[in-house]
């Protein structure tokens, strides 16, 4: 069992940048993928960005490619999305999740734990 906090969310103008994190309780963090999902009004939640247990490997959505890394510390139980060049579209809550698989994979199906998310609102 996991669970899942996330932090860094707020409001920013469309350019901007924002760091989020998600800590997580337990001691057996490093054997989890952790992904970043998120879900703005009126629509279903998408995936963002995946890393693997290590963090030798890492998979985004097209959308964020090359605006956003996800990255992870497993000394600190903590995996980061860091967020550049914010666009309105990227307003959301957003939430980090872990897979007991191990396997980072981009179907919020393989995660077993989720956080409670950290809205994110862009400004135009």
């Known amino acids: 069992q996991v669970q899942l906090v996330e932090s860094g969310g707020g409001l920013v103008q469309a350019g901007g940048s924002l760091r989020l994190s998600c800590a997580a309780s337990?001691?057996?963090?490093?054997?989890?993928?952790m992904g970043w999902f998120r879900q703005a009004p009126g629509k279903e939640r998408e995936f963002v960005a995946t890393?693997?247990?290590?963090?030798?490997?890492?998979h985004y959505a097209d959308s964020v490619k090359g605006r956003f890394t996800i990255s992870r510390d497993n000394a600190k139980n903590t995996v980061y999305l860091q967020m550049n060049s914010l666009k309105p579209e990227d307003t959301a809550v957003y939430y980090c999740?872990?897979?007991?698989?191990?396997?980072?994979?981009?179907?919020?199906?393989?995660?077993?734990?989720w956080g409670q998310g950290t809205q994110v609102t862009v400004s135009s």
């Open positions: 999740a872990a897979s007991n698989w191990g396997v980072a994979t981009r179907n919020g199906r393989d995660y077993d734990y």
């Open positions: 890393i693997t247990r290590s963090g030798g490997s890492t």
């Open positions: 337990g001691r057996t963090f490093s054997s989890y993928a």
